[in-house]
């Protein structure tokens, strides 16, 4: 029952370097989600993906990219790594309809650019 | 501009006591409001949720109450445990079909044994 899995759990990174997030869901879900956590300002969507093949900004989609591989699979990626990029990054995956049922959350990475 | 707002960024509560978590909200159009906690290290994980047509929902020792009018929801636990400290959001869903779930800032609640 492995649910929402994120690698890797720690990264450090240079400002100026590049690095992909992986996010694997084995619940079938249709919808998946990237969010980022700072001190004071909760948790902030940057992409979204409504299903396999398509994907949407969020709040706080600047300077990055992301991939909906398949259904299973959502990428984030730094193409240019900022410090104010350091942040917690959670990976969420749902069915479509939140009013339904409830997102799922991986451990998240904490990632810290210098 | 922060649709979803907790203003308590941290509450301190003695074990047996009530908590009582604060939202509120700007956008008349949400419908529907989840309660997700975080422990250190963890994931949010959900808790409780509550529809718009009530205006309550219970389960076990957790509460959730909406106020419409006020567009005002509060999380209550009765008993409070150790267990609970904990990081609560409160979330509610933009869109339908498609939604994209706001977050409020979040509340850190330390039980006191």
């Known amino acids: 029952n492995a649910g929402v899995t994120q690698t890797p759990k720690f990264q450090v990174l240079k400002t100026g370097q590049s690095m992909t997030l992986q996010c694997a869901q084995d619940?079938?879900?249709?919808?998946m989600y990237w969010y980022r956590q700072d001190p004071g300002m909760g948790l902030r969507l940057i992409y979204y993906?409504?299903?396999?093949?398509?994907?949407d900004k969020g709040e706080v989609p600047n300077g990055y990219n992301v991939s909906r591989l398949n259904k299973r699979e959502f990428s984030l990626r730094l193409e240019s790594a900022a410090p104010s990029q350091t942040s917690v990054y959670f990976c969420?995956?749902?069915?479509?309809?939140?009013?339904?049922?409830?997102?799922?959350f991986g451990q998240g990475t904490r990632l810290t650019v210098v | 501009d922060q649709q979803v707002k907790q203003n308590s960024p941290s509450l301190s509560v003695q074990e047996g006591r009530i908590s009582i978590l604060n939202c509120d909200y700007t956008n008349s159009m949400f419908d529907y409001f989840l309660w997700y906690k975080k422990y250190p290290a963890e994931g949010p994980t959900f808790l409780i949720s509550i529809s718009s047509i009530k205006d309550k929902n219970e389960d076990g020792r957790f509460t959730v109450f909406l106020n419409k009018s006020a567009k005002h929801l509060s999380l209550h636990i009765v008993p409070s445990q150790p267990g609970d400290s904990a990081v609560y959001f409160c979330?509610?869903?933009?869109?339908?079909?498609?939604?994209?779930?706001?977050f409020g800032t979040g509340t850190r609640l330390t039980i006191i044994p």
């Open positions: 993906s409504a299903s396999e093949g398509t994907t």
């Open positions: 969420a995956s749902s069915e479509a309809r939140f009013r339904d049922t409830e997102a799922f």
């Open positions: 619940m079938n879900h249709n919808s």
């Open positions: 979330a509610a869903p933009e869109g339908w079909g498609n939604e994209k779930l706001t």
